[in-house]
Nanobody, 120 residues
Framework: VQLQASGGGLVQTGGSLRLSCAAS????????MGWFRQAPGKEREFVAF????????FYGDSVKGRFTISRVNARNTAYLQMNSLKPEDTAVYYC??????????????WGQGTLVTVSS
């Protein structure tokens, strides 16, 4: 599967953005999806996870209560709604997919990343 992340940009502190991850192929609905981010000089960080049917989600501690992951399988797309953004949310955001439960955050497919910059 090929993934294309989009929706990044420049936003002020407290603002919102919605990222999209468009997937190719007919089996998107069977994939576990995740979002990760990587800030300059820092390690990649887990952001959010969603199960194939969308019934199960969980989040990294730093984004709980502010970010929401969702998906529309009929559109082959996953989303990350980001609210109450902070400067520390500035990073390149990546979507990822796995045909099996991603043990230890291991995903098989990755998008190219979209840059989110939050100004103070």
């Amino acid at each position: 599967v090929q993934l294309q992340a989009s929706g990044g940009g420049l936003v002020q502190t407290g603002g919102s953005l919605r990222l999209s991850c468009a997937a190719s192929g007919r089996t998107f609905g069977s994939y576990y999806m995740g979002w990760f981010r990587q800030a300059p000089g820092k390690e990649r960080e887990f952001v959010a996870f969603i199960s194939p049917g969308g019934s199960s989600t969980f989040y990294g501690d730093s984004v709980k209560g502010r970010f929401t992951i969702s998906r529309v399988n009929a559109r082959n797309t996953a989303y990350l709604q980001m609210n109450s953004l902070k400067p520390e949310d500035t990073a390149v955001y990546y979507c990822a997919a796995s045909p099996r439960y991603p043990q230890n955050f291991h995903y098989d497919y990755w998008g190219q990343g979209t840059l989110v910059t939050v100004s103070s």
